[in-house]
């Protein structure tokens, strides 16, 4: 396993599109991380995932985020009727005990 | 908001320096991590520290934490330049260790050949 990946990494899009990410963490991890990063700030929790079910979502995820694991296995963010606000770094992280997160290499979003 | 604040934002050293930064937090933690980013890269761990700790050794890392202060410190002796990076420290609340990491805004790093 060569550790979390994210796909695309990175996605140009026009205000009011929607975009989908993918995140597929490391195979035997059953937490899931969702983060936004936006220049020169500290990832902000976005939601999480054991297996799949969804734990918590931040405030931050407005109504026109959505995220998904339907087997445990990946998941997805899809952002709907995108905003320039909305151009930031997602990054994806996946663990197996409570003291670890191995990030994914993020998806760049740029909303034109 | 975020629960930790990094300090200095920013630290500019030559090789062969220690550097150090600061980080404090707001509410009781089960654990305080610190990564490190690369511009435009994903978090790589660099260390934890469980909130019974006081301080933790990784080859040229050092991390403090008192809970006390509410506060740590990461050294980084002898500093190359491939340790130019941002460096955030995350807290894991004591109430949900599984759950959200919190971040602070980073330390920027840049060391100079």
């Known amino acids: 396993d060569t550790g979390v990946s994210q796909d695309p990494r990175h996605k140009i899009t026009k205000r009011g599109q929607n975009v989908t990410f993918r995140c597929d963490p490391i195979?035997?991890?059953?937490?899931l991380y969702w983060y936004r990063q936006t220049l020169g700030q500290g990832p902000e929790f976005l939601t999480y995932?054991?297996?799949?079910?969804?734990?918590?979502k931040s405030r931050l995820l407005s109504d026109r985020f959505s995220a998904e694991r339907p087997k445990g296995s990946f998941s997805t963010l899809e952002i709907q009727r995108t905003e320039q606000g909305d151009s930031a770094m997602y990054l994806c992280a996946s663990s197996r005990n409570p003291g670890d997160r191995d990030f994914g290499p993020g998806t760049r979003l740029l909303v034109l | 908001s975020q629960q930790g604040e990094e300090d200095p934002q920013a630290l500019s050293i030559q090789e062969g320096e220690n550097a150090t930064m600061n980080c404090s937090y707001k509410t009781s933690i089960n654990n305080l991590q610190w990564y490190r980013q690369n511009s435009g890269r994903g978090l790589v761990h660099l260390i934890l520290i469980r909130s019974n700790e006081r301080e933790k050794h990784s080859g040229r890392l050092r991390v403090t934490l008192d809970t006390s202060k509410k506060s740590s410190s990461l050294l980084i002796t002898a500093s190359r330049a491939a340790d130019t990076a941002s460096y955030f420290c995350?807290?894991?609340?004591?109430?949900?260790?599984?759950?959200?990491?919190?971040f602070g805004a980073g330390t920027q790093v840049v060391v100079t050949p």
């Open positions: 995932f054991q297996n799949e079910a969804q734990l918590e």
């Open positions: 195979s035997e991890h059953n937490r």
């Open positions: 995350a807290t894991a609340l004591s109430t949900d260790s599984w759950g959200k990491l919190q």
